[in-house]
T-cell receptor, first 111, second 112 residues
Framework: EDQVTQSPEALRLQEGESSSLNCSYTVSGLRGLFWYRQDPGKGPEFLFTLYSAGEEKEKERLKATLTKKESFLHITAPKPEDSATYLCAVGPNTGGFKTIFGAGTRLFVKA | GAVVSQHPSWVICKSGTSVKIECRSLDFQATTMFWYRQFPKQSLMLMATSNEGSKATYEQGVEKDKFLINHASLTLSTLTVTSAHPEDSSFYIC????????FGPGTRLTVL
C-alpha cells in the first residue's frame, strides 16, 4: 500500500536554528515526490518535485533531498515567516495524477 | 506559474440549502481536477477526482449524491454540496495537476 509518514508532527525552532523535516514513504513506483507549504486558511503552495534518489532542490532557505525511502526538507537559519505546515506527498506511477499526502509537519519559528 | 482559483473563498448557508463551489485553472488546461476536504489541524482528505467528459470518481465513504461534481470544461470543475448540514462545514480545496498538483486557495463552508 502506498503510504507517506511525516515526522515530527510539530517542530518549534528559534529563529536561525536550522533543522530538518522527515518524510518516509512507500510506493509501488515513484512518479514524483512533492513538497508543499500550507499557511492557515489557505491552499497548499507548491515547493519542490523530486523524481529520483540522490536528487536535491533548493529554494531560499529550503533544501529538499530524496532517497529511495525518505525525503528530507532542510531549513537553514529559519525566520518567523517560515512558520507553516509542510506537506510531503508522493505520486505513484500507476497512471493518472493521484497523489498521497502525509499528515504534515507544523513548523513554528520564534523570533 | 500555474494558477488555480476557487470561488467563493467563504460561504455561510442555512441547513438544507445547496452550495456550489467553482474551481478554475487559469493558465493551463486540466482534464483532471481533485477535490479535497480539510478539517482543522488535519491533512488533506481526497474526496473525489473530477474528470472532464466523464463521471467523477469518488473516494470510499464519500456520498456522490451529496457532493455533486461536474467538470464542465478543460478549465472548470464545480463541487455542489447538496442539502448541506452543519457536519458539512469544512475547508474545501481543489487542485489541478500538470506534473505536481497546483491548489486553489480553498473555500471555507459554514452551515448554520
Amino acid at each position: 500500500e502506498d503510504q507517506v509518514t511525516q515526522s515530527p508532527e510539530a517542530l518549534r525552532l528559534q529563529e536561525g536554528e536550522s533543522s530538518s523535516l522527515n518524510c518516509s514513504y512507500t510506493v509501488s513506483g515513484l512518479r514524483g515526490l512533492f513538497w508543499y507549504r500550507q499557511d492557515p486558511g489557505k491552499g497548499p503552495e507548491f515547493l519542490f518535485t523530486l523524481y529520483s534518489a540522490g536528487e536535491e532542490k533548493e529554494k531560499e532557505r529550503l533544501k529538499a533531498t530524496l532517497t529511495k525511502k525518505e525525503s528530507f526538507l532542510h531549513i537553514t537559519a529559519p525566520k518567523p515567516e517560515d512558520s507553516a505546515t509542510y506537506l510531503c506527498a508522493v505520486g505513484p506511477n500507476t497512471g493518472g495524477f493521484k497523489t498521497i499526502f502525509g499528515a504534515g509537519t507544523r513548523l513554528f519559528v520564534k523570533a | 506559474g500555474a494558477v488555480v482559483s476557487q470561488h467563493p473563498s467563504w460561504v455561510i448557508c442555512k441547513s438544507g440549502t445547496s452550495v456550489k463551489i467553482e474551481c478554475r485553472s487559469l493558465d493551463f488546461q486540466a482534464t483532471t481536477m481533485f477535490w479535497y476536504r480539510q478539517f482543522p489541524k488535519q491533512s488533506l482528505m481526497l474526496m473525489a477526482t473530477s474528470n472532464e467528459g466523464s463521471k467523477a470518481t469518488y473516494e470510499q465513504g464519500v456520498e456522490k449524491d451529496k457532493f455533486l461534481i461536474n467538470h464542465a470544461s478543460l478549465t472548470l470543475s464545480t463541487l455542489t454540496v447538496t442539502s448541506a448540514h452543519p457536519e458539512d462545514s469544512s475547508f474545501y480545496i481543489c487542485s489541478a495537476p500538470i506534473v505536481e498538483q497546483f491548489f486553489g486557495p480553498g473555500t471555507r463552508l459554514t452551515v448554520l
